[in-house]
Structures are given as C-alpha cells and as structure tokens.
C-alpha cells in the first residue's frame, strides 16, 4: 500500500517538474495525446465560428439592405397598349376616346343628342338624367369590376375583398352597399330603362319611390353616398350589342335581346384597362338542371329561359376573346 502511495505521488510529483530527466518524454507525449483526442473537437469548433461570422455578416447586409436601401419587389410588367391592339381587331371603329360616365356638361352646357333610346343611348331622358347628374360625380378610378349584388362579406376568401367598381342596375340593388363594398367603391348604375333613372333619383333625393316599370322590385331603401354613385355611358352598352353580339340597335320583337352585365363589363374593360383578367364567367350546359349559376344563389339556368339574355351567343363572343388572348381568364370557361 505505501509502495502504491509513493507512486502515485511521484507522478503528480512528476507532473511539477521534480524528474527533470522523465519530463522531456512525458511532456510532448501528453500534448500529442491530447491534441489527438481534441482535434475533431477543434475544428468542430472552428466550423462553429466561420457559420457564426456568415450569419452574422450576411444578416448585417440584410438588415442595411432592408432599412437603408429597400430592396424592389419584381413586378409584372404591363404591357400597354396590347389590349387595345388585340381589341382593334376584335371590334371595329374601336377607340377609347368616349368616357367612362355620364357627365353634367354633356347635358347641361351642351344638348347632347343621342340616337338611340335605353340601353344604348340617352334618347327621351335627357331631363331625368340631368337632375341624375347633378348630385353624382364622374372621376374614374382604377378598375376592379364586381358584377350586380355579388357578396364579398362572407366570400372574401373566394372572391377577394377589394371592389373598385360594382356594376348594377335597380333590380340587381339587393345588396348593403356599405357592407359588401369597400369605402372607395363606386356604384355604376347600368341604365337599362328611363324608369331606372327616376328609381336612382328618387333614392338619392329622398323623393317618393318609383315602384312601378320594373321586372322586380328594387329597394325601396338604399343607403348610398351620391359621390360614390357615377352613370355609365350607354356606349359601351352599344358596342357590347353591336360590335360583340351582332344584335341590332333596333328590334321589332317584344322580348328585346340584350347583353348580360358581365358582358358588358368585359367591353368596358377593354376599352379601359391594359390588362383584363376575368373570373367566374360561364353557364352550365343546358342539359343541367340542377347546377347553379351564381355562387351565392340557389338558382339555376332555368331562371335565365324568358330573360332577354342569350347565353349560349355571349359564350362565343367569350370564347373568341380568350383565342385572341384579348383576356386572360383566372377561372375555367
């Protein structure tokens, strides 16, 4: 047991420099043992440090990439002018010199005559219309078009939130125009009558409601802001008809063809936008009974047999606008 004591003693006694003449091996052989055995930790270590450095650096150019020189996000170029090159083609005469909406002085400085009577002209309402426009306005905006009393509220994940501009008419009014619309949106009263002029009067002014000369019955109470409320020029309902449909401005039978708002939407756009993108266009076939034809009711193509509407001619006129690649459709069609 002593022998085993002295030993180990000696050895940490060793260790200290007293056996000079067994410490010149014992030295060097530790370090290189212990170099041996450390030497994966060492460079584990130094890997450590060179990813730290990268991080390090590289977010330090982030961060003066991001708040003293922002980075531009890619945006998709728009091609201007390449709708209405392809539009030249689709429609005739076609230019975009007409404006969007009615305006005052077209009847208020200056006698506009027009041609043709509702939808496609202002013919026999010159007077309503002149009341009509001068508690609304005419700016135009960018274009987002939302068609009649299509809902957002509720959709929003479908058919997105932003309304730029919602076309309707009185009998397609059945929507809250504060809820289903942003602050910003403006209503386009797409005239198909007179009586749709003295229904937006009397709801603007307050006055008594018209509640005859309409296929349904519109809202006798509408909570919209004048500002907001803006005529579209039956123009583009003419050319819709004439250029689109080949229907004639001047019909003799008693259910008289006309285009459907979305159709005319897709005119208004062309004559407008450089880029038109479509969504949701389309009927079933006519065999189908049972699908419906709107998202947001439960009511099949059945409803449109007695309308003034042909759908299957509007299919074609769609259909030739998507081979011309004149519009893009985000849907299927």
Aim: net charge positive; with cysteine; hydrophobic share 40%.
């Amino acid at each position: 047991m002593e022998d085993s004591g002295d030993f180990h003693n000696s050895c940490e006694v060793t260790s200290s420099g007293r056996d000079e003449s067994n410490s010149h091996w014992v030295m060097p052989h530790l370090l290189i043992k212990m170099l041996s055995k450390s030497r994966w930790k060492i460079l584990a270590l130094l890997v450590v440090f060179a990813v730290m450095v990268w991080y390090y650096t590289s977010w330090e150019e982030r961060y003066i990439q991001l708040f003293y020189f922002p980075v531009q996000e890619e945006k998709s170029v728009c091609p201007q002018g390449e709708v209405e090159k392809k539009t030249a083609l689709l429609i005739g005469n076609y230019t975009r010199d007409h404006p969007l909406f009615l305006q005052l002085k077209d009847y208020f400085w200056v006698k506009t005559i027009s041609p043709y009577e509702l939808p496609y002209g202002t013919k026999g309402s010159e007077d309503v219309l002149l009341r009509l426009l001068a508690i609304t306005s005419y700016s135009v905006p960018e274009t987002i078009l939302r068609l009649n009393n299509a809902p957002v509220y509720g959709y929003e994940q479908d058919v997105g939130s932003k309304t730029t501009m919602r076309l309707f008419y009185p009998e397609s009014a059945h929507f809250n125009p504060k809820r289903e619309n942003n602050p910003d949106t403006l209503l386009v009263l797409v005239p198909f009558k007179p009586m749709d002029f003295h229904w937006m009067e009397s709801i603007l002014n307050d006055k008594k409601r018209v509640r005859k000369g309409f296929w349904k019955q519109p809202p006798l109470i509408w909570d919209a802001n004048p500002e907001q409320v803006r005529i579209l020029n039956p123009y583009f309902m003419e050319i819709t008809a004439a250029k689109l449909l080949n229907l004639p401005m001047k019909q003799l039978r008693k259910v008289k063809q006309k285009p459907t708002t979305g159709l005319l939407a897709i005119t208004l756009a062309l004559h407008f936008c450089d880029v038109v993108h479509i969504a949701g266009f389309g009927y079933p076939d006519s065999g189908n009974k049972k699908q419906t034809i709107h998202y947001y009711e439960q009511i099949t193509l059945k409803s449109m047999a007695a309308s003034e509407h042909n759908v299957s001619h509007e299919a074609l006129a769609i259909k030739k606008m998507l081979e011309l690649r004149v519009v893009k459709n985000l849907t299927y069609f």
